[in-house]
């Protein structure tokens, strides 16, 4: 039995290319995206993350991911859970130490391993950013609110070899 979870947070107001300037060290133009799907395939043993694009200004991305991975995105986005997630927690412990998570961006794509990578970006007293895994980094999103960015060149990397979108 294939079983699909669903889970689209509404889409923002712009979605053009974006530069973040000098004050990080990522730079390059950037789409904001949104998580629109979550896809168990228990049949397949297939489990990916749907990004789609605001305000239609691109294709979609199929981000493949684990099992684990996937449900520690489906329980964080539950709101019903009693105790907080770990993603939930994450959010708690930055703000708690007077940080914001400011953005999430999916900053590269590896072709022959089909990977991709991304980075959040903190803000308090300085710009923190460290790498993640997609899958945690749309948690976080998604949890805390933040803008989910994708780069250019992973959008032209991934649809220039034919893959689903």
């Not at 799907?37 to 297939?46: I, N, Q, T």
């Not at 981000?63 to 996937?70: A, C, F, N, S």
């Not at 930055?94 to 990578?117: E, H, K, W, Y």
């Not at 007293?125 to 949890?143: E, K, N, Y």
């Amino acid at each position: 039995m294939t079983n699909q979870e669903h889970f689209c947070r509404d889409h923002f107001s712009h979605a053009e290319p974006f530069n973040f300037g000098g004050h990080t060290e990522i730079t390059g133009e950037f789409v904001k995206y949104d998580l629109a799907r979550l896809h168990f395939s228990y049949e397949e043993d297939r489990f990916f993350l749907r990004l789609d694009p605001c305000e239609k200004q691109g294709r979609n991305l199929y981000v493949e991911t684990g099992y684990i991975e996937l449900s520690l995105v489906k329980h964080s986005l539950d709101r019903s859970l009693p105790t907080p997630t770990v993603h939930k927690l994450l959010v708690f412990l930055a703000q708690g130490m007077s940080l914001t998570v400011n953005r999430v961006i999916v900053a590269d794509f590896t072709l022959t391993s089909r990977t991709f990578a991304a980075k959040i970006v903190l803000n308090g007293a300085s710009c923190i950013q460290f790498d993640c895994r997609v899958s945690d980094g749309v948690a976080l999103a998604m949890v805390s609110g933040c803008d989910l960015f994708v780069a250019k060149k992973v959008e032209q990397e991934y649809y220039s070899k034919g893959l689903p979108g």
